[in-house]
């Protein structure tokens, strides 16, 4: 015979499983940290470009336009006009490179001008990584026009004089490495901001509910397992 076991089986349960460790879920970052975040890694950017980029020199002279006694001071403002917007092709033309010791395709892309609506003059702005061949380029420009000009005075009626020479820069005017970050700083933060304001709403969706049979339809009256008594008819 066989001994029954003390502890008696009861069918249908199932032993209780070890509880399972929970674990730790990834919260993410709520989304105003995207404004710090973009402010940091472009301050961060500003400051490394601060800190590689070749800093750069401004060199400006100065030419000046004089009427001649056949001519008036409106058409002198209006030659300064006119040499202030074909300069770099009179560069180009003269004798500007020879002076300045630099290629043609320099001188027009570092050299601009500008003039004044007020008085006939024309400042020449040269841009350098070197304050000496800024100061030789902005001068060779100046020069070339005044050669120009004098060539043209007798058609002109106008002189064309060099008021005054290029001074050596000694700051640069390239934004130094705080400055840099400053700038990236604001510009990441800007974007990060704007990125907010435009980033795309997300829909919230109901949850789904199971409906509920209703129990006096699902019924039938058939299948009903307590039949109500039919009426009977006379």
Known sequence: MTKESSSPRREGVRPSSAPSKSRPRFRKPPLWTVVPAAAA??????????????????????????????????????????????ASQVAILGDAQVWARVPAATLKANVRTSTSPDAPMIS????????????SMADGVARSLVVNGSHLQTSTNVKVLQF?????????VSPSAPLAALVGGS???????LGLLVRPKR???????????????????????????QPETV
């Open 164 to 172: 005054s020479r290029a001074v050596k820069p000694t700051d640069p």
């Open 41 to 86: 890694i472009g301050a961060l950017a500003g400051g490394v470009y601060g800190m590689v980029s070749t800093p750069q020199y401004n060199a400006t002279s100065y030419v000046l336009v004089v009427p001649t006694e056949k001519s008036d001071p409106a058409a002198a403002l209006g030659f300064a006009t006119a040499y202030g917007r074909v």
């Open 124 to 135: 020449v702005t040269a841009t350098s990584s070197d304050a000496s061949v800024a100061v």
């Open 187 to 193: 510009a990441g933060g800007l974007l990060g901001g």
């Open 203 to 229: 829909r919230r969706t109901a949850a789904p509910y199971g409906s509920v049979p209703n129990p006096s339809a699902s019924e039938s009256p058939s299948h009903s397992p307590h039949p109500q008594p």
